[in-house]
């Protein structure tokens, strides 16, 4: 990869989340949002052949400034609307409030207030594009539905996380959720089981006069699988990688781990505690503080992640056996501030990164 250009913001406070729109094949241009402070940000760049180290533009599209001055936002996730096609994006932080803005008719068109803190991570189902899923500094983890704004699960309770909720992620199926947290633990919960279907399809149902009708959230309180065996700290990032989970805390390393053990003819349990296996640990210089997440391409071929020194580490996963994953450290001598987020473009050939000191940097491959 070399470096093709960045950018700061005028507001000059940390930038907290970035993410490519992935709904855009690669050929168009690449359309990507940044949070940080009350703003949330769409830019676009031409994406440019590979080798071609042609003209930097980048183009601030939109810039959504939330109309409480003390909202920092965290995280910002793309859909789009299954009617109309046109891209969604939802931004969330400090004050616990979903905003879901619209690119195209430059609106905010929903909000969604439920949690009772900040948020610290929304993603979107992978199949169904009306499904949000948001995980939050009071211990829970919900699930809503864009059209209906029925709050449809919230996971959290008996068995659920003992602190903040910091990051979670659907499986290419979206039949199960993968969440982690301060408490150290990383929590598996089954988002198929028959009783979360019938609450999705119900929460597409309105009155005949398409007003609400009041939903009954479905509580779940027991994960299928939970482990601390992983971590012994903040675990603030964790990914699917295929029936694998990737996950990171501020101990300078990447795990890739699976729940259970290798042996699948092995089912009943022989702890209480739930065994785990790890399958790979990457080292990560400079990792050691939290909040720092990382990024895969669509095709989980490689994996990026910025650090506290503003490196970014790229790993690339498409090998024959773990053991072989080598790692390349891009770096810029201007780029020394801590990078909280990575972005990667569908394929991998552009990676968007953003700062503690709200600068952006983009990275093409050669």
Known sequence: YHCTGNWREDHGQALFGVAVN??????????????????????????????????NEIEMVQCYADPDPDENFYTVAWSYDADTKKPILAAAGVRGIIRIL????????????????AINELKFHPKDPNILLSVSRDHALRVWNLKTEANIVIFGGVEGHRDEVLSADFDMSGEKIVSCGMDHSLKVWNFNTENIKEAVKASYQTNPNGSKITFATVNCHFPEFS?????????DCCRWFGDFIISKSCEN???????????????????????????????????????????????????????RTGKILVWDLDVEHPSDIRCSVLSNPKCVSTIRQTSMSRSGNTIIAVCDDATIWRWQKN
């Open 227 to 235: 482990t601390r065996d992983i971590h012994r700290n903040y675990v």
């Open 253 to 307: 390393s990447v795990i890739c781990w699976k729940p259970g053990n290798l042996d699948a003819n092995r089912n009943e349990k022989t702890t209480i505690e739930d065994e785990s296996t790890i399958i790979q640990k990457l080292d990560a210089k400079d990792c050691d503080i939290w909040f720092i997440r990382f990024s895969m391409d669509s095709e989980e071929k490689c994996l990026a992640l910025g650090n």
């Open 102 to 117: 619209s690119p195209a008719s430059m609106s905010c068109i929903r909000n969604f207030i439920g949690h009772g803190n």
């Open 22 to 55: 992935p709904y855009l094949s690669d050929t168009d241009t690449l359309v990507f949002a940044t949070a940080g402070f009350n703003r949330v940000t769409v830019y676009q760049s031409p994406q440019q052949p590979q080798g071609n180290t042609g003209s």
